[in-house]
């Protein structure tokens, strides 16, 4: 593929317009514009934008971009934080959000046909009167798409107990780099041969563009208790989520955040959470009445022996989609703090919260960086949010800067890059931290086997130099291919 | 490049934005055509794209911003407080400054000149009401045929309420200044009459100043700042001195709120206080100023007016007024009904889209009739369900139900 291709490309435009007509093509400066960018900090450099309907229209569009040299990236709401959506090298973005049908739910099997641009809310709402939802619930699930989710196996507070999306993902449609349409998995749990599936989700558009999912759906639970514990400390909160595993309970959700992040999401919701407290957490059980009773008083025990500040149990549905309207805000609250802010998704082991925590807070002092955190505790998930201003000159270098330290803090703590967020372009040059050369490769491999002409998402995910053979260049010495 | 005028969306206003998307989903425009130039947060970056030089104020832009049905539906959920109304209206103003062009400086001076004027005012409700006693309905064009079907029966003439005052039977609890507004006075003569009955009732000395006008927030929508600013000057001026300022249009009092982007500072007095009247009156019933009547009158069909909802936040208003009337309130899904002042008339096919969207959740409410708190909606509405259920305001609906406990009292 040509290296960048930045500016309009009128003939790649105009085979697009024969194809779909003026009205789904964009390539105006300002159309460019807007969609060289998604949720996160990073801006790419759109050549042209192309609003597709069906797979047969996502299938001609992938031919027409390769014929004329062009790579194609998906995009679903552009909710995504690392840039997986943004079209680095230029190339045509594709928008899946007309894609956005629920062709047909199978109440009885649990399961969906959905078009990737549905979005996450809409389709457990449309699931709803058959007593089902879609259990992958991010922050962001009000926005995104399930497209989105699949590429980027997202996961939220609910995932704790449920699993990320891949778990909740039977079967996809897929455009493939020759243009053609493919159909991995089946409605089967366990399909026989390479689980293809499973490669596809989370491979951020890297490998063909989704085109339909065929969703697993979840049975709502038939009680549910949501409790608000307030802590005088990060640590007493994080020493009752290690209770709270210890005694071997697994909620449906465990989520903390700390003292500047609920007074930037109180002033905004007025949802009445105890800003004076220095932590609190969110702790959700599911179940039979009776169990989710137990599990609810044995939760308040663990916190009260930790010293928490109050148990306040959610006393009506409305009050409970309270809670998780704060949970999920967190992040747009912060803006209150200053203008830009720097999402960070990074996991290290339970066991190893509190000391991760504090030197979170010491970078942030270091760097001085106003540092706001909410995370899923549950599987020690963090995500530090930092706010700072970005017109300030060479401020967005300290940020990255601070986040890099951020993300090595937590790798060597034994955690991993990314929680749920993707690598994106974001991550991509701390693979190596996470990953051997060994590792690169094979994953480089994989791509190759699926688009070796780098037609989807070039540039996302794997660092450049991953391949052995990368651009040329000879094996390293003692690498095994 | 960048922008000219004085209402211009600030850098600040702007970077308060942190392209979250959690917006989107709620924008109509987004939900019509999944484009990111439709939606909340794309129009704030165009906006930020102009004012860096990124683009001028081009077709595009232009286009991007009059889709906008100014419904403001991505503010309440936007967790960072972006005020979006307000850049929108600056947006507005700049296109109008940089396009200028006969039609818009046309209907500039339409909103300000005539809107603003009882006389004018007064020979188009006479000139509306010939046309509604007669078949000259039938040969108007379609959009003129559409707004006219969602008309009350307009009186010939409308005594003028400006420079009475209403006197409650106690002891003052405020004094509060109506705005009659442009078109209200002669086109919604029964809403006024109801709102005034309703607060003397609750206690309130009402006045109606006479050097009022229209309160500007058609003509500030639509770009025409410089006319809407002259029209919020004379407001402030004519309602000095009272408690409130209450208005029985969402969009006027939504606009009148905002006065304080409009009137330079000293122009407006420092505890310039603006009331829904919807606020008012549900105060007044949770009081125990005004009675809470039997129940048994049936289910009405609650439409949310954007200005109301999204602009003021008023949610539950409506419905403990409509309570107290003795109703029952069936929600309906709060998305713009497209009427967006003079959005149906500028864009008749989106306008006619999400009217017809609203006409038919109504009818699957099973309600018997429709309370709406602002006359655009109320028009819209009444013109899309084509005479099939009365629309009124809760104010009204209150109103009717405490003369009929009276009756049957006496
Ligand atoms: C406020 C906020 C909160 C968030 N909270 C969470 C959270 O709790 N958990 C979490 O995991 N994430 C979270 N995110 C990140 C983001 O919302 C998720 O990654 C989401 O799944 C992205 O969906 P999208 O539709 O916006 O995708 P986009 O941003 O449009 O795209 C994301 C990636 O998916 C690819 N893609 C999209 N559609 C397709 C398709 N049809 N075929 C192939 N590839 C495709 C794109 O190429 C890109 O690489 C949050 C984001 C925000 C702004
Ligand atoms: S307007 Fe608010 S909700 Fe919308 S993208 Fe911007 S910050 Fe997010
Ligand atoms: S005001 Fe309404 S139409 Fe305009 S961007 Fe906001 S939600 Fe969309």
Redesign the interface.
């Known amino acids: 593929m040509a290296a960048t291709l930045t500016g309009r490309n009128t003939k790649l435009r105009d085979d697009l317009i024969r194809l779909l007509g003026a009205e789904r093509v964009?390539d105006?400066?300002?159309?460019r514009?807007?969609?060289a960018?998604?949720?996160g900090v990073y801006r790419g450099n759109p050549t042209v934008v192309v609003?597709i309907e069906t797979t047969e229209e996502a299938a001609q569009v992938v031919r027409t971009a390769r014929r004329h040299g062009v790579p194609v990236v998906a995009r679903g709401?552009?909710?995504g934080l690392s840039a997986g959506a943004v079209p680095e090298v230029g190339g045509v973005v594709l928008?899946t959000?007309?894609m956005?049908r629920i062709e047909e739910i199978d109440a009885e099997n649990h399961t969906a046909w959905v078009g990737p641009?549905v979005?996450n809310?809409?389709l457990s709402r449309a699931t709803t009167p058959f007593g089902m939802h879609f259990a992958p619930d991010p922050s962001?699930q009000?926005?995104?798409t399930v497209g989105g989710n699949i590429a980027c196996n997202s996961g939220g507070p609910h995932c704790l107990s449920e699993g990320s999306t891949v778990n909740h993902i039977l079967a996809l449609e897929v455009v493939t780099d020759t243009g053609d349409v493919m159909i991995v998995g089946s409605g089967a749990p366990d399909p026989v041969g390479l689980d293809l599936r499973g490669i596809i989700v989370g491979s951020e558009g890297t490998l063909g563009i989704v085109t339909r999912a065929l969703v697993k759906l979840t049975p709502n639970p038939p009680d549910v208790r949501t409790m608000a514990v307030a802590f005088a400390t990060i640590e007493d909160a994080a020493a009752t989520v290690s209770g709270i595993i210890a005694a071997g309970l697994i909620p449906a959700a465990l989520e903390m955040m700390d003292q500047l992040m609920m007074q930037a999401?109180e002033n905004?919701?007025h949802a009445g959470l105890p800003v004076e407290a220095g932590a609190l957490l969110l702790a959700e059980v599911t179940g039979v009445t009776e169990a989710v009773e137990a599990e609810a008083e044995m939760i308040a025990g663990i916190a009260q022996s930790n010293k928490a500040l109050s148990v306040q149990v959610a006393a009506s549905p409305a009050e409970r989609e309270l809670l998780w309207k704060s949970r999920k805000?967190?992040?747009?609250?912060?803006?209150?703090a200053a203008?830009?802010?720097y999402l960070h998704d990074t996991v290290v082991p339970r066991t190893r919260l509190v000391e991760a925590m504090r030197q979170v807070y010491e970078i942030g002092q270091r760097y001085q960086i106003t540092m706001m955190n909410v995370f899923h505790a549950g599987d020690g998930n963090l995500h530090p949010l930092m706010a700072f201003d970005a017109?300030e000159p060479g401020r967005l270098d300290e940020v990255k800067a601070a986040a890099d330290e951020l993300v090595e803090l937590c790798v060597e703590k034994g955690g991993v890059l990314s929680g749920e967020h993707g690598i994106g372009m974001e991550k991509r040059h701390l693979m190596p931290l996470l990953f051997t050369e060994m590792d690169l490769d094979a994953q480089a491999r994989v791509k190759d086997a699926f688009d070796a002409e780098g037609v989807f998402n070039p540039g996302k995910v794997l660092p450049e130099g991953s391949r052995c053979f990368d651009f040329g260049r000879p094996v390293p010495e003692g690498a095994w291919v | 490049m960048g922008y000219q005028t004085p209402y211009a969306p600030t850098r600040?206003e702007l970077?308060?934005?942190?392209?979250?998307?959690?917006?989107?989903?709620h924008c109509p425009t987004f939900r019509l055509?999944?484009?990111?130039?439709d939606s909340p947060r794309?129009r704030l970056?165009?906006m930020t794209?102009v004012l860096d030089g990124?683009?001028g104020i081009?077709e595009?832009?232009t286009e991007?911003i009059s889709f906008c049905l100014g419904c403001r539906a991505c503010e309440p959920?936007?967790?960072?407080?972006v005020p979006y109304g307000r850049t929108l209206e600056g947006a507005r103003a700049e296109i109008s400054a940089h396009k200028g062009g006969v039609l818009r400086r046309l209907r500039g001076w339409i909103m300000e000149s005539w809107l603003g004027s009882p006389g004018i005012m007064r020979a188009v409700t006479w000139a509306t009401a010939l046309v509604q006693r007669t078949g000259l309905a039938r040969i108007a064009p379609r959009r003129v045929r559409s707004g006219l079907r969602g008309l009350r029966r307009i009186g010939w003439r409308t005594p003028s309420l400006r420079g009475r005052t209403f006197e409650p039977d106690r002891a003052p609890v405020a004094t509060v200044g109506l705005l009659t507004g442009c078109i209200m006075g002669p086109w919604f003569a029964e809403v006024h009459q109801a709102s005034i009955a309703v607060l003397v009732r609750a206690g309130y000395r009402v006045v109606v100043p006479s050097g009022q006008t229209c309160c500007g927030a058609l003509a500030a929508h639509d770009g025409a700042a410089d006319g809407a600013g002259r029209l919020a000057v004379r407001n402030a001026a004519a309602f000095r001195g009272v408690d409130y300022v209450v208005a029985n249009a969402a969009g006027c009092s939504a606009h009148l709120k905002d006065y304080r982007h409009w009137v330079p500072g000293d122009a407006l007095s420092d505890d310039w206080r603006v009331r829904d009247i919807t606020e008012l009156v549900a105060d007044a019933v949770e009081d125990g100023r005004l009675p809470r009547l039997e129940g048994g009158r049936g289910t009405v069909a609650l439409q949310h007016p954007c200005h109301l909802r999204n602009a003021q936040r008023i949610i539950n208003q409506p419905r403990v007024i409509l309570e107290a009337a003795g109703y029952q309130p069936a929600d309906i899904d709060p998305v713009c009904c497209g009427a967006a002042g003079f959005y149906s008339i500028l864009r008749p096919d989106t306008s006619s889209r999400l009217g017809r969207d609203k006409a038919d959740e109504i009818r699957r409410s099973g309600a018997a009739l429709v309370a709406s708190a602002n006359p655009g909606c109320e028009m819209q509405l009444r013109s899309h369900l084509v005479g099939e259920y009365p629309v009124l305001h809760p104010v009204e609906l209150y109103m009717q139900a405490l003369s009929d406990a009276t009756e049957s009292r006496a």
Not at chain 2, 33 to 37: H, I
């Open positions: 964009m105006s400066a300002l159309e514009h807007l969609y960018k998604d949720a609003m709401a552009g909710t928008v959000t007309r956005n641009g979005i809310l809409d962001s009000s926005a995104c999401i905004w919701l805000s967190a992040f747009g609250a912060v803006a209150q203008p830009d802010y017109s | 600040s970077s308060s934005c942190i392209q979250c998307g959690l917006c989107l989903p055509t999944g484009k990111e130039t794309g970056t165009a794209a990124v683009t081009d595009v832009f991007t959920v936007c967790p960072s407080m």
